[in-house]
């Protein structure tokens, strides 16, 4: 019974897909964006020698450079004119949000709607500019003291870099905010999932060589896909989980009439700092190696610390794991304090007339609120440290080379979640439009 109401289920959203011309274009369009950052991906920099420069990332792979090289798919390595990626927008993103609860013009703008709305937007991408702007220059500076990696250096080979890098960038952002209007949105979290998904083919490849060529044995590949495939549901269900808050209003009176009093509920997401506790704790990780790998010279001398300090932090390092769980655990407090007042609420829910069952309004809703707050972010930092710290454990130990990290594996699992909810919503609005369409008809022929 139950098979036959899926089925009856998934035939009419396949009925009403097929009905919607809309969606298929903003697929298409989506789809069509996607592609031209791909293929900006393989757009080199002008002046760089490509084989140099090959050699030169073999060492620093293992740093940050690795971990940006990932989110924007393959570009770094590349050196391509999308080497910065979507980065500096996200990290202007992040400080813009940080700031809104420190500097009081921005909180005020916080509050005043749309027209706050746009000019945090504004700020926001001239942070973008600058960020941009500042680490393309330190590219263009790292290039040229590589060894022939730059055929020609100088300050026109710098300003180039800088303008084209810059200019990638924010084409970048508009591209993103195109797929967001016109097509099926969430276009920023859209280009980070194609650049982290188009490695996976060849490390699939890679793995199954291994494989092959006996270097992996049959059963642990086999283990690593269906822990895989637990770990995906097991992140859906927790992304998914809320802890939601009764909320009731009374009855009001409006003039002559009467209205009942109703019901509704303040979800609570169990992870609400979402992927930001992961990045931020994997960039600070992954500063010394960084540092270590661009070092020349004697590793005995004045930088022997320095040395020291990375092997400690090495993936699969007793220090790494401790630090990484530790850090991850802090910036999902710090995040969700960040982005969720429980003051604000609870002002908000006393002057609409809301409140909680058993719970006075106003200080003791807040007080209540943070309690619950407190509590499932304590299991929601134990989930993600734990997603973040297992492949780490399973490149110790069995030595699969793991391409998915753990802030990866959320991105993009969150990031489908989020698009098949976006196709969803595009669905139902059709349909809603058709049965608009349809009452309209019918009243003309009454």
Request: hydrophobic share 50%; charged share 15%.
């Amino acid at each position: 019974m139950a098979s036959a109401a899926e089925q009856l289920a998934s035939n009419l959203n396949f009925s009403a897909f097929a009905k919607a011309e809309e969606l298929k274009k903003r697929i298409w369009f989506t789809l069509g964006a996607l592609l031209v950052y791909r293929f900006g991906t393989y757009i080199p920099l002008p002046g760089i020698n490509p084989d140099a420069l090959a050699q030169a990332f073999g060492n620093v792979q293992t740093g940050i450079v690795g971990l940006f090289n990932m989110f924007s798919g393959g570009a770094v390595e590349r050196m391509a004119i999308f080497a910065l990626g979507i980065m500096p927008y996200i990290s202007a993103s992040i400080i813009i949000q940080l700031m809104t609860s420190v500097v009081p013009t921005l909180e005020q703008l916080k509050k005043e709607g749309e027209q706050g709305r746009k000019k945090i937007n504004q700020y926001t991408r001239f942070g973008t500019v600058i960020l941009a702007t500042f680490q393309a220059y330190g590219i263009s500076v790292g290039l040229e003291a590589g060894t022939n990696i730059v055929i020609d250096p100088g300050w026109f080979f710098r300003i180039a870099t800088v303008l084209t890098l810059v200019g990638g960038t924010m084409f970048l952002m508009w591209l993103g905010e195109q797929i967001t209007s016109r097509g099926i949105g969430n276009g920023i979290s859209l280009i980070i999932f194609a650049g982290i998904v188009a490695g996976l083919p060849s490390a699939i490849a890679s793995t199954l060589e291994l494989g092959r060529q006996g270097a992996l044995a049959t059963p642990i590949i086999l283990a690593v896909v269906i822990l895989s495939v637990v770990v995906i549901g097991v992140i859906v269900f927790m992304e998914r989980a809320q802890r939601r808050l009764l909320i009731q209003y009374p009855r009001r009176q409006q003039g002559n009439k009467m209205f009942e009093g109703n019901t509704s509920f303040l979800p609570l997401k169990l992870n609400t700092a979402g992927v930001i506790p992961p990045i931020f704790a994997s960039s600070l990780l992954l500063v010394p190696a960084t540092v270590s790998s661009f070092q020349t010279g004697d590793s005995t001398g004045s930088m022997a610390w320095l040395t020291t300090v990375t092997a400690l932090l090495g993936h699969g390092q007793p220090a790494y794991m401790v630090l990484y769980a530790a850090l991850i655990i802090f910036f999902c407090f710090f995040y969700t304090a960040i982005v969720f007042n429980p003051s604000e609420t609870a002002d908000n829910l006393k002057k609409h007339g809301g409140f909680i069952p058993g719970i006075r309004p106003g200080e003791r809703t807040a007080q209540y609120i943070d309690h619950v707050l407190t509590r499932i972010t304590v299991v929601g930092a134990i989930y993600i440290t734990l997603i973040c710290l297992l492949p780490e454990f399973l490149i110790s130990a069995t030595g699969v080379p793991f391409y998915f990290g753990g802030t990866s594996l959320l991105i993009v699992v969150s990031v489908t979640m989020d698009t098949v909810s976006q196709i969803q919503g595009h669905l139902l609005a059709h349909q809603y439009e058709g049965l608009v369409k349809k009452t309209k008809l019918r009243g003309k022929r009454r």
